[in-house]
């Protein structure tokens, strides 16, 4: 069965370093996503990506993130000046259609900044 | 600002008993829900979908029911084996144009008695 793929599954990084998180979608997927869950909360939405470009992202999607599909196969999230409130899981997810289509989710990568 | 949320935090039944998730929703453009199952360790799992043209969809041993009148949403899971024991969102989807996201309720914790 096809699956998301994420690495690395844990990321400890000091605060203000820079991380990439790297996901590979499902291959014939054509919309991209990444969440992100602090524990114990709720999965919260970050952004959306299609057709090489930002479809839509949250309030948390500041200028301290960004994204990018630097190949035809991996979706990057970057965090820069890592904060330790950015410690959590983030999650990728993808899906064939955009809308109101079933999207499967990573396995997530547990971000510490210590 | 509205959200999605659930009544009851944790759940346990017995092994064989039927379990019932519920979830409360707030926005009246969502038009599209999920609910999706989250294992220790693992992202979340698609269960099942319903669009807000449908009050009920069945799938294998679950089924999702929707009240737009009173924005309550819930999973029945026929026949409850200790693998369902999880955490079990409910995640809807605003009907706005180019809207991808997805928000997500609190979770509810299942735990199946052997």
């Known amino acids: 069965e096809p699956e998301v793929t994420q690495t690395p599954s844990h990321q400890v990084t000091q605060m203000g370093q820079e991380v990439i998180l790297r996901c590979v979608p499902i291959s014939n997927h054509l919309y991209f996503y990444w969440y992100r869950q602090i524990l114990g909360q709720k999965v919260e939405f970050l952004v959306s990506?299609?057709?090489?470009?930002?479809?839509?992202k949250s309030e948390i999607f500041d200028d301290q993130f960004s994204v990018e599909r630097p190949d035809g196969s991996n979706f990057t999230l970057k965090i820069r000046s890592t904060k330790l409130e950015d410690s959590a899981m983030y999650f990728c997810?993808?899906?064939?259609?955009?809308?109101?289509?079933?999207?499967?989710f990573g396995q997530g990568t547990r971000l510490t900044v210590v | 600002g509205e959200s999605v949320g659930l009544h009851l935090p944790t759940l346990s039944v017995q092994e064989g008993d039927n379990s019932i998730i519920n979830c409360a929703y707030s926005?009246?453009?969502?038009?599209?829900f999920i609910w999706y199952k989250q294992e220790s360790g693992k992202g979340p799992q698609f269960i099942i979908d319903?669009?807000?043209?449908?009050d009920k969809r069945q799938g294998q041993r679950v089924t999702v029911l929707l009240n737009k009148t009173v924005k309550h949403l819930s999973l029945q899971i026929a026949a409850t084996q200790p693998g369902d024991s999880a955490v079990y969102f409910c995640a809807e989807k605003d009907s706005g144009a180019g809207s991808y996201q997805l928000t997500f309720g609190k979770g509810t914790k299942l735990s199946v008695i052997p």
């Open positions: 319903i669009r807000s043209n449908m």
């Open positions: 997810a993808s899906s064939d259609t955009g809308v109101g289509t079933e999207a499967f």
């Open positions: 926005n009246s453009a969502s038009d599209y």
């Open positions: 990506f299609y057709n090489n470009e930002i479809s839509e």
